[in-house]
């Protein structure tokens, strides 16, 4: 008897054994009581991510997100059910449940690959999986470097300015596009990325998808501001709970420093002549009933101040007539005014 019971024991033990050794070399054997704070972050740290694997909804062929961090997580975590967890992406930095910052990847659509956010892992009610883990992916991309945004004028607007904020931003955001997407932008942004290592050359991405798209919550921070002395936007780095920033942040747009931009600007006149005063009509449209915008350059504003001088000098100045090549309008980065020189002024 007491041999056979040894004998017993003995296949128990075995049995343990074996069971001990096969559910190691099973990797995609679930766990029941997976701790989710036991995910290793860097997994997602040190991923080669790619612009086109960073979008927030899907674009043609492209992959999103949140279906890279799916695939992320089912190829580097098989003991992990996919189906008893929830896995929700914030813009930036999170470490707690936002809904003004959590991606609703239902309503954006193609823009500027998303490269700071959060991942959110929680259990759900499918399973029996413990605690939670939060995961920041910061991948340091800050297209506000780019030489097409030096010495641009990023917004235009008409006087009187509106200091409503979402209006600024909105005016911000279609000046960034449009010099996204111009030839320079567009090589300048592909260029960017492809030093990053972020750019996938087999999948290359359509000229005009570089968008910066954003609805966000209404913002009472200082974040962004109007300086209307200089008629600057100003964004403000040192402000941390701010929906823009973090938005602009998530996108590329991590001013280190205070950032300013030109907005909008006066047009004034600096001349010697004695009846300079009798220009008091050229303000902020030198073209009647032409309509100043957004997508308004500053080459545009400066050819119809000079054609409206060119124009209307005989009926201001009498006998005293103008040509373009006497006028010479200077745009003063970092001021608020058109300076008009008149230097080379020939009367005629």
Not at 12 to 20: E, M, Q, W
Not at 251 to 279: H, P, R
Request: aromatic share 12%; glycine share 4%; proline share 3%.
């Amino acid at each position: 008897m007491k041999k056979l019971l040894m004998k017993l024991l003995a296949g128990n033990i075995l049995l343990t054994n074996v069971g001990t050794v096969v559910s190691c070399q099973d990797p995609y054997q679930e766990q029941f009581d997976f701790n989710l704070n036991n995910i290793n972050a860097a997994v997602f740290q040190n991923y080669t991510w790619t612009v086109d694997q960073m979008l927030g909804s899907e674009l043609g062929g492209f992959q999103t997100l949140r279906a890279t961090v799916l695939k992320i997580i089912q190829s580097n975590f098989q003991t992990l059910n996919i189906l008893k967890i929830n896995v929700d992406i914030y813009y930036g930095a999170q470490t707690i449940p936002n809904q003004d910052y959590l991606i609703d990847f239902n309503a954006v659509r193609n823009l500027l690959p998303i490269t700071y956010f959060s991942i959110h892992i929680t259990p759900n009610s499918y399973g029996s999986y413990i605690n939670e883990k939060w995961i920041t992916v910061n991948t340091k991309v800050d297209l506000s470097q780019l030489n097409i945004f030096k010495n641009e004028t990023l917004f235009y607007s008409n006087n009187p300015v509106s200091i409503n904020k979402t209006k600024l931003l909105e005016g911000f955001i279609e000046s960034t596009n449009r010099m996204l997407q111009t030839d320079q932008g567009y090589q300048e942004i592909v260029e960017y990325y492809k030093n990053k290592k972020m750019w996938n050359n087999n999948n290359s991405l359509p000229k005009g998808f570089f968008n910066l798209e954003m609805n966000p919550k209404a913002d009472e921070s200082t974040y962004l501001k109007f300086e209307a002395a200089t008629a600057m936007l100003v964004f403000d780095p040192s402000v941390i709970n701010s929906s823009y920033k973090t938005m602009l942040d998530s996108m590329g747009f991590a001013f280190e420093q205070e950032t300013k931009f030109l907005s909008v600007w006066n047009v004034t006149i600096e001349s010697s002549d004695f009846n300079v005063k009798d220009w008091r009509n050229i303000d902020w449209k030198p073209v009647p009933n032409k309509i100043y915008n957004g997508i308004t350059t500053v080459q545009e504003v400066t050819e119809d101040v000079i054609k409206y001088l060119v124009e209307w000098s005989a009926y201001v100045h009498n006998s005293h007539f103008m040509r373009p090549e006497d006028v010479e309008v200077i745009l003063k980065k970092g001021q608020h005014q058109l300076q008009l020189i008149f230097d080379r002024w020939q009367h005629n």
